[in-house]
């Protein structure tokens, strides 16, 4: 298992390869620019960081391992985001949480309604909730069998959604290592796609993939 520096290497070194920014504490943009993403994240990766993805990605659940007198701080995540503005106006904030990574559902779904798909496993293995002030069936609407039996596949624990104008993917880690993150890369990646496809696909013109969607521009047309 990596330690903390080891670790940082691990994604300044991906970073390198990957040909995006690498911060080991993410700040904020100039005043007048873009929202950045990932503000005060650690180890910020910022860029294009898959085919036809920009986005921004950096530690989560981040916490202490080590013995008694010498101890590390190392995430057990990690997470990735974009700006989606134009795809939160066709759908309603959303989250789907793994039932086997999240620990505080209860508490999280106290004030949304839950959204119940028609794919067996994607309800298994996911809760998908909306606040309250919005109706469940939009989501259903814009959510298709592709997408679920995809989703329903992905091989780690991970959390996705639609939040303040943003997509996030929560990927838990098993390892620390580069293959590792890679992989969540590659898989915020598709979400990031076929997320912008289902609403493309309900009639919802998107933005064209680039450097907007990770807050190093502003959006074309703003």
Same mark, same amino acid.
């Given at each position: 298992? !990596?330690?903390?520096?080891? /670790?940082?290497?691990?994604?300044?070194?991906?970073?390198?390869?990957?040909?995006? #920014?690498?911060? *080991?504490?993410?700040? +904020?943009?100039?005043?007048?620019?873009?929202? #950045?993403?990932?503000?005060?994240?650690?180890?910020?990766?910022?860029?294009?960081? =898959?085919?036809?993805? /920009?986005?921004?990605?950096?530690?989560?659940? @981040?916490?202490? @391992?080590?013995?008694?007198? &010498?101890?590390?701080?190392?995430?057990? #995540?990690?997470?990735? &985001?974009?700006?989606?503005? =134009?795809?939160? &106006?066709?759908?309603? *904030?959303?989250?789907?949480?793994?039932?086997?990574? #999240?620990? =505080?559902?209860?508490?999280?779904?106290?004030?949304?309604?839950?959204?119940?798909?028609?794919?067996? =496993? $994607?309800?298994?293995?996911?809760?998908?909730?909306?606040?309250?002030?919005?109706?469940?069936? !939009?989501?259903?609407?814009?959510?298709? *069998?592709?997408? +679920?039996? /995809?989703?329903?596949?992905?091989?780690? %624990?991970?959390?996705?959604?639609?939040?303040?104008?943003?997509?996030?993917?929560?990927?838990?880690?098993?390892?620390?290592?580069? %293959?590792?993150?890679? @992989?969540?890369?590659?898989?915020?990646?598709?979400? $990031?796609?076929?997320?912008?496809?289902?609403?493309?696909?309900?009639?919802?013109?998107?933005? *064209? !993939?680039?450097? /907007?969607?990770?807050?190093? @521009?502003?959006?074309?047309?703003?």
């Amino acid at each position: 298992m !990596a330690n903390a520096e080891e /670790w940082a290497e691990i994604v300044q070194g991906l970073g390198g390869r990957l040909g995006v #920014a690498y911060e *080991p504490v993410g700040g +904020l943009n100039p005043r007048g620019g873009p929202a #950045a993403l990932c503000p005060g994240g650690t180890n910020r990766l910022t860029g294009q960081l =898959d085919p036809d993805y /920009w986005g921004a990605s950096c530690d989560a659940l @981040e916490h202490e @391992e080590g013995g008694l007198f &010498k101890k590390t701080v190392v995430p057990g #995540a990690i997470v990735a &985001k974009a700006h989606l503005p =134009d795809v939160a &106006k066709a759908t309603p *904030p959303f989250n789907v949480e793994s039932l086997d990574g #999240a620990e =505080d559902m209860i508490e999280s779904r106290v004030s949304r309604h839950r959204v119940q798909f028609e794919s067996i =496993d $994607f309800n298994r293995r996911f809760i998908t909730t909306v606040p309250r002030e919005h109706d469940p069936t !939009a989501l259903r609407e814009t959510i298709g *069998p592709g997408f +679920l039996d /995809w989703a329903a596949g992905i091989s780690a %624990d991970v959390d996705f959604g639609i939040s303040e104008r943003q997509l996030y993917f929560l990927w838990r880690l098993r390892e620390l290592t580069a %293959d590792e993150y890679a @992989e969540a890369l590659k898989n915020a990646g598709e979400l $990031f796609r076929r997320i912008r496809t289902e609403v493309e696909e309900h009639g919802t013109h998107t933005y *064209p !993939a680039g450097p /907007w969607h990770a807050g190093l @521009e502003p959006f074309p047309g703003a």
